[in-house]
């Protein structure tokens, strides 16, 4: 009886497969159906188990792996150069083993300090890294030079702003007011006007008065002479002409008279002349453009919560450039809600962002331009997808993430 049971089992299975020498599309599926799930779950095991990529052999573009983080020859060999002043092949090896080890050394400190998380913690690091990230939105307009036609153009746009500096030489007198009355101190003053309109001596003036004279520079540039004399009395002292004195200017530090000795007006300047000025407030406002542009994108793509006793905070702050730099309160992704996470939440979540903050700071120290294109409504290359810090890593990723030139 157990041997019709196996026969017919036996013809079962062969009905099913058919025979091993003949070819059965369901056998074939099977077996390859096993064989996938078979390597998918080697695949799941590996992936869940693994504790990271690691290697054990040096790669031939770098000299040192510190936890698995390179150290390209090119940077050993630019920084022992750098060091010792002689070419690769002329320095001993004694210097070339002095140099690897300050590299691995400062790969060790950078790496402790991404661990004790610096780049929130410090503020140092902060202003560096923020630094780091001004260089790089930058990077267009401080590698690139504008061309004849550009420079032309932008001085046709302004050329008053481009005369020689003027020069005011002047005798500033002053009458304490000394908490007295007011008239006889201005009648006092309109006497030692008439005297000096007489042409009598300043010392004599001065004397017989009872005037003084805070400070005597001679010759001074406008501006100085501005600071100087206080925008009402070098208002009134640019309106007289040489050798004219002015009608006594109550203030409240004093009555005040000058006299102008000499005022050389500035002159326009033409563009060869002025060509120096231009590229440099060329490169200004291009700076200003690239930097207005990244903080547009940067501000567009976050989302900024400020306490409710600053609701009237507005971007563009005073301070410039770098003023604008920092924003108040915490940044959360896009469309994220994280009510009553706080700040501490946002610098959780920024953590996962260590190892593109690393490559990022490593702009301050690497002598490396990432060009990009500030357009209007566009943030330059390096900001336009992901994060900027991520962008930046990326771009850098050709260089040693595993190093900081000193500078």
Avoid at 244 to 260: E, F, N, R
């Amino acid at each position: 009886m157990s041997d019709v049971k196996s026969s017919a089992m036996a013809g079962a299975r062969r009905s099913v497969f058919g025979a091993p020498s003949q070819v059965n599309t369901t056998r074939s599926m099977v077996l390859c159906a096993s064989g996938a799930l078979v390597g998918l779950a080697i695949a799941g095991v590996g992936l869940f188990s693994a504790r990271g990529t690691a290697t054990h052999h040096v790669p031939p573009e770098d000299i040192a792996l510190v936890n698995q983080r390179p150290v390209l020859r090119s940077d050993f060999v630019t920084q022992l150069e750098s060091e010792t002043g002689e070419t690769f092949d002329q320095a001993s090896r004694a210097e070339k083993l002095k140099v690897l080890d300050e590299m691995i050394r400062e790969e060790l400190l950078v790496q402790r300090g991404l661990e004790l998380d610096f780049a929130e913690t410090d503020q140092a690091t902060r202003n560096a890294l923020a630094m780091a990230m001004d260089q790089q939105a930058l990077a267009e307009a401080t590698t690139s030079q504008p061309t004849e036609r550009q420079l032309r153009d932008f001085y046709a746009r302004d050329p008053g702003r481009y005369a020689s500096d003027g020069i005011l030489t002047v005798r500033h007198l002053v009458l304490p007011l000394n908490g007295g009355a007011v008239a006889p101190l201005l009648e006092k003053a309109r006497e030692a006007v008439a005297a000096l309109r007489a042409n009598a001596p300043v010392e004599e003036v001065l004397a017989r008065y009872g005037l003084t004279e805070p400070r005597n520079d001679g010759d001074e540039f406008y501006f100085a002479a501005k600071i100087h004399l206080g925008d009402t009395v070098y208002d009134e002292a640019l309106k007289l002409p040489a050798g004219a004195v002015s009608d006594p200017l109550q203030t409240a530090d004093g009555i005040h008279i000058v006299k102008v000795l000499e005022d050389k007006v500035p002159v326009p300047l033409s563009f060869e002349r002025a060509r120096l000025q231009v590229l440099t407030d060329f490169k200004n406002a291009q700076q200003a453009r690239l930097m207005q542009a990244t903080m547009k994108f940067l501000r567009e793509r976050a989302k900024i919560l400020i306490a409710s006793d600053y609701a009237d905070y507005r971007p563009g702050l005073p301070g410039g450039r770098h003023g604008a730099r920092r924003e108040i309160g915490c940044a959360y992704p896009s469309g994220a809600a994280h009510r009553g996470a706080g700040c501490r939440g946002a610098r959780r979540r920024s953590h996962a962002q260590r190892e593109p903050l690393r490559l990022a700071h490593r702009w301050r120290y690497r002598a490396r331009a990432i060009h990009g294109s500030g357009s209007r409504g566009q943030a330059p290359d390096a900001f336009r997808q992901g994060s900027s810090l991520e962008r930046a890593a990326r771009a850098l990723s050709r260089g040693s993430p595993g190093r900081l030139r000193r500078r």
